[in-house]
Structure formats: C-alpha cells, structure tokens
C-alpha cells in the first residue's frame, strides 16, 4: 500500500509564498502520475499540478506562473512552491499518485495523501 505525506501548509498574506512537500512511499516508482490537488469546503477537488510518467511538468491555469512542482525520485519526494499567492488559492491541499490512467483528473489517481491546507488572508 502506498503512502504519502504532506508537509509545508500554514497560513500567510496575499503576496506571500509557500513550498509544500510531499514524502511518498518507494512502490511509487517512475511509472507514476504525481499531482497536487486542491480542495476547498462545498467544492470539487480540483488538479493544480503535476508530473507525467514521462517526466511532462502541467498546471492549472489559475496557478500559472505562480507554482512550481519538483520532483526529487532519490528523496521520493514531490513539491510545491507556492509564489504570489492569492486569497483564492485558500484551500487543502493533496498529493496523489496514479498508474495506467491519465495525470489530469480525480479519477486518475489510487494514492492520496492527508492533505495539507493554506490560507491566504488579504
């Protein structure tokens, strides 16, 4: 069974920057889609960014220019630096892994962490 932990969240002003971790399990290998996901009370959750299993680096339009995501497969460890961050970005946010599905939507991924959340007050 997989597991992933997330680290990093807080709370901080508009403007201000962030960089969650997320530390997974060895039996999530190269093969994997890993993403951050974001989810906010009475809302869907929704993908922010990701890493294909061939290495292909997306996000969201809304955090475009803002976030960054790294992946660091010695440390099995993925993140996300969080710059500019808006009021809107308020939320919890998840990491997860999936195999032989897409990387882009909530049905893709088995694995889920705890999540972590941001707020970002005004």
């Known amino acids: 069974q997989a597991q992933l932990v997330e680290s990093g969240g807080g709370s901080v002003q508009a403007g201000g920057s962030l960089r969650l971790s997320c530390d997974y399990s060895?039996?999530?290998?190269?093969?994997?889609?890993v993403s951050w996901f974001r989810q906010v009370p009475g809302k869907e959750r929704e993908w922010v960014a990701g890493?294909?299993?061939?290495?292909?680096?997306g996000y969201a339009d809304s955090v475009k220019g803002r976030f960054t995501t790294s992946k660091d497969n010695a440390k099995n460890a993925l993140y996300l630096q969080l710059n500019s961050l808006k009021p809107e970005d308020t939320a919890m946010y998840y990491c997860?892994?999936?195999?032989?599905?897409?990387?882009?939507?909530?049905?893709?991924?088995?694995?889920w962490g705890q999540g972590t959340q941001v707020t970002v007050s005004s």
């Open positions: 997860a892994a999936g195999i032989g599905g897409g990387c882009y939507e909530v049905v893709d991924y088995t694995y």
């Open positions: 060895e039996s999530i290998y190269g093969d994997y889609c």
């Open positions: 890493i294909d299993n061939g290495g292909k680096i």
